[in-house]
């Protein structure tokens, strides 16, 4: 049986990463992550170029942990369909256009046939009040949209 494609966006990479969080939720995720990250074998994990970058901002220490990490998974191509499909999202308001890489990664994520994005990002790409619409509007582009989960959804769908 063919693995399924697990979309990788920044943020699951970031909380795999990160220092031990002082706060209670951050290590959860942290750890749970962590839990994902030992199973990852059981996907076909690919992230995209944008990914890439964002994991490279910020603190070099911290940039050269998640690039690391980032290495052993496979980079999926831009393509001009995922570029359309971002800036769609962007101008029918279902992503802000000051976090327009979201987009991407849903795009990304749907052309390059995920069945799944994870993430931790809940404020624009696991979002309960805009997630069908997101879904509606990729699926009349002609893709199939990924499913949008958190590490420990994801552990939980794989039993």
């Given at each position: 049986?063919?693995?399924?494609?697990?979309?990788?966006?920044?943020?699951?990479?970031?909380?795999?990463?990160?220092?031990?969080?002082?706060?209670?939720?951050?290590?959860?995720?942290?750890?749970?992550?962590?839990?994902?990250?030992?199973?990852?074998?059981?996907?076909?994990?690919?992230?995209?170029?944008t990914?890439?970058?964002?994991?490279?901002?910020?603190?070099?220490?911290?940039?050269?942990?998640?690039?690391e990490?980032?290495?052993?998974?496979?980079?999926?191509?831009?393509?001009?369909?995922?570029?359309?499909?971002?800036?769609?999202?962007?101008?029918?308001?279902?992503?802000?256009?000051?976090?327009?890489?979201d987009?991407?990664?849903?795009?990304?994520?749907?052309?390059?046939?995920?069945?799944?994005?994870?993430?931790?990002?809940?404020?624009?790409?696991?979002?309960?009040?805009?997630?069908?619409?997101?879904?509606?509007?990729?699926?009349?582009?002609?893709?199939?949209?990924?499913?949008?989960?958190?590490?420990?959804?994801?552990?939980?769908?794989?039993?």
């Amino acid at each position: 049986m063919a693995k399924k494609r697990v979309y990788v966006e920044s943020s699951v990479i970031s909380y795999l990463t990160a220092r031990p969080a002082r706060d209670g939720l951050s290590r959860i995720r942290q750890q749970l992550t962590a839990l994902w990250w030992e199973r990852r074998h059981e996907w076909d994990c690919v992230v995209s170029a944008t990914v890439m970058e964002e994991i490279a901002e910020g603190d070099p220490e911290a940039a050269t942990r998640r690039l690391e990490k980032a290495q052993s998974l496979v980079k999926v191509p831009t393509s001009p369909e995922a570029d359309l499909l971002a800036g769609l999202l962007v101008s029918r308001k279902l992503v802000p256009e000051s976090v327009k890489s979201d987009a991407v990664h849903l795009a990304m994520a749907a052309v390059s046939g995920a069945h799944y994005l994870l993430t931790w990002n809940q404020k624009h790409l696991d979002n309960i009040d805009l997630g069908f619409r997101i879904e509606d509007l990729i699926r009349t582009q002609g893709w199939p949209p990924a499913k949008v989960v958190t590490p420990d959804r994801l552990l939980k769908e794989s039993r």
